[in-house]
């Protein structure tokens, strides 16, 4: 299964909701795109909701991390919303848990940005 998102707004914060796999090509460029394209239209403030991601690798991993790395760079704010338990041992693993703004209430989340 491959990787979709879906993008909406509330309240001025871009909503990414992923699902599927966040792997090494497809998913990363898929992911990549979008925080690209959303950044290039003047959205810096986004939250990746990744309820429906059931997997991610290493290279996933690295998209999350560069992600969060463009939107900071360009005046932005990436937060990650509802981990799996899976993404969220991985974080913990590979020790990027703390480098994220990770919430798991979308209303929290948005109001975060405030």
């Known amino acids: ?7 909406r707004q509330v309240d001025g914060v871009t909503i990414v909701d ?3 796999r966040i792997t090494l090509g497809e998913g990363s460029v898929i992911l990549r795109d979008t925080v690209r394209d959303l950044l290039s239209k003047g959205n810096k403030k ?3 909701n990744l309820a429906e991601v059931n997997y991610i690798d ?6 999350l991390v560069s992600a969060f790395t463009t939107t900071k760079n360009q005046g932005g704010e990436l937060k990650l919303l509802n981990l799996t338990k899976k993404v969220n041992d991985l974080l913990q693993i590979t020790k990027l848990y703390t480098v994220f703004d990770v919430k798991d209430d979308e ?8």
């Open 107 to 114: 209303t929290a989340a948005i109001k975060a940005f405030k």
């Open 1 to 7: 299964m491959s990787m979709k998102v879906g993008t």
């Open 18 to 20: 992923a699902s599927g």
């Open 46 to 48: 986004i939250i990746l």
């Open 58 to 63: 290493s290279s996933g991993i690295g998209e």
